[in-house]
């Protein structure tokens, strides 16, 4: 009778792959948000790409959410685990957001310094996605999962410098000249920013994950 039931429960190790799944379209979004601005004639198929991705995120994001309403035992504290898929789901919207820009202000030419803060975006969310495949044994992995959070907060304050020094120089170059081209430029280095910080708060949510757990 007790295996019965059991069966009938839901999993509550279903949180982990779902988790996973969601990680792995936050890279492929990540990417894709870096060929856009990598130029080579990407910029078409890679917006909708990302578009296709974030709505396939916000699909595992709620999956994720009904299973807090429907188990009753959950690996993680429920607020923890809604405010790491949302906080997740929010970086893959930041990508959406700054893609949005770059097709809003027809953007074809970009930075040095914009390129520089895309990578930043893809590595730290390939190290945010190495940090959620380790959330199934929090115990065990919570060194690794300490030092991953740290190299993500690291190329932050990178990125942020990057963001600085990137709009100095765009406005050293156009003073006197495009007002506009300014203003397009100072636009997508904000979402840049902005998707960088998004990642950084997957970090923190996951260190937040450590310290209640160990």
Known sequence: MLQWFQRLMPRQDAFFPAFERHAAVMVKTAVALR?????????????????????????????????????????????????????MDDSVDQCKATAKAIMLFEITNFEPDM??????????????????????????????????????????????????RGLELLYQRVKGGDALEFIRGSEIYKHLEDTVDSLDDVADEIQGIVIEHV
């Open 115 to 164: 390129r520089k803060m895309a990578d930043a975006v893809v590595d730290c969310s390939e190290l945010a996605q190495r940090a959620v495949a380790l959330l199934s044994d929090v115990a065990k992995n919570a060194a690794a999962l300490n030092e991953i959070c740290l190299q993500i907060t690291h190329i932050e304050g990178n990125a942020d410098d990057t963001y600085d």
């Open 35 to 87: 060929e856009m601005i990598g130029g080579g004639g990407q910029l078409n198929p890679r917006f909708q790409e990302i578009l296709d991705l974030e709505h396939e995120a916000d699909g595992i994001a709620r999956e994720v959410l009904l299973g807090l309403r429907t188990m009753f035992i959950t690996p993680f504290d429920r607020a923890d685990i809604q405010s790491l898929i949302t906080s």
